[in-house]
């Protein structure tokens, strides 16, 4: 484990996926096919077999969170996540989906007028609650540490970072109070906290970078001014530069650091990338519109029913103290650092 807990992957031999896929037997039905195909897609692999599980095969909480997501597309049925974890493998899993209860399909996705006020998706309206509640605090920023070996363009990286900004407005989106509570407010241009050090002249500059980059994800973010995302490159030495970055967790999380990073790399490399048909903004009105009426009344009746018995009121703190940097984020940084 890692020292905040994980499983160091890194540390683990890799997997014998032989033995996995010792007896294969190939999906029958067109449910099972279908499948199969979405198991493959999800998690990378050539084929699945009747007898394959999909964690085995190298799946996740994430990677079960998009097949799950691809199952309600393609099937029309809803399933719990904790499906997947009780039925893993593919041909289970497939008589659970034949069995299930159709559900109505859900309203298309489409881009919306950016001349009103946008809302916030309920997962941001929390975050921007807790902001209001400890409007210093840095526990629910986003940090990433990367280490960059050869020549770096320095100028070239900022470029890059400022035409991934452009291409999504979520990084460059400010949270203000509206009429009816908080909107999201997106910039025209993009707006990058963006530092350039030379810490190669220290007596350990690896021990600098890292206390940097720790240093840069305790600092608190002001959601109605903005910028929600600061980046630091540190040139360690001759050949190597080590890439910190922070963003709040109110337009960022652990997946989108991944496909930030594909996309700087992409930019960088002077790949054009394709044009977005929507935004997150989008995804808030789409998630607004959809969940009200009975949607809502079935999803709130559920937690009533969980929460039946539990106190009614909540007594939160006034005064605490707070660490500069929560050691998780420490561990956090120390790994992707090594």
């Not at 009816?180 to 690896?206: N, T």
Request: charged residues 20%; contains cysteine.
């Amino acid at each position: 484990l890692t020292p905040n807990g994980k499983v160091d992957r890194a540390a683990l031999p890799a997997p014998d996926l032989s033995v996995a896929r010792v007896g294969y037997r190939a999906p029958v039905t067109g449910e099972e096919c279908r499948l199969a195909e979405l198991f493959a897609e999800v998690l990378g692999v050539e084929r699945v077999g009747l007898d394959d599980d999909f964690f085995t095969l190298g799946g996740h909480s994430l990677l079960a969170t998009q097949l799950i997501a691809r199952i309600r597309s393609d099937f029309g049925v809803q399933l719990p996540l904790r499906t997947l974890f009780e039925s893993p493998v593919l041909g289970v899993l497939a008589g659970v989906v034949v069995s299930a209860g159709r559900v109505g399909a859900l309203p298309e996705l489409v881009r919306v007028d950016r001349g009103g006020e946008l809302p916030l998706s309920f997962a941001q309206q929390r975050m921007w609650f807790l902001h209001e509640l400890d409007p210093e605090g840095s526990f629910y920023n986003v940090p990433a540490a990367v280490r960059l070996s050869g020549g770096l363009d320095v100028g070239r990286l900022r470029g890059a970072l400022m035409v991934v900004a452009g291409r999504h407005e979520v990084l460059r989106t400010r949270f203000v109070e509206g009429v009816a509570g908080p909107v999201q407010v997106v910039g025209d241009e993009p707006a990058i906290e963006f530092v350039v050090r030379d810490v190669s002249g220290a007596g350990d500059p690896d021990a600098v970078a890292l206390g940097a980059a720790r240093d840069l994800a305790g600092l608190p973010f002001d959601l109605v001014a903005g910028p929600l995302m600061r980046v630091v490159v540190m040139r360690v030495r001759e050949g190597e530069h080590v890439l910190a970055l922070s963003m709040h967790h109110i337009v960022s999380d652990g997946w989108s650091v991944g496909v930030l990073l594909r996309e700087i790399q992409a930019a960088y490399a002077g790949r054009e990338l394709p044009d977005l048909v929507v935004q997150y903004a989008d995804y808030a009105a789409w998630q607004r519109s959809w969940l009200t009426g009975d949607v809502l009344e079935e999803q709130l009746a559920y937690w009533r029913h969980e929460l039946a018995g539990a106190p009614s009121a909540l007594d939160l703190p006034t005064d605490r103290p707070r660490p500069a940097t929560p050691s998780h984020r420490g561990a956090q940084l120390t790994e992707a650092l090594d």
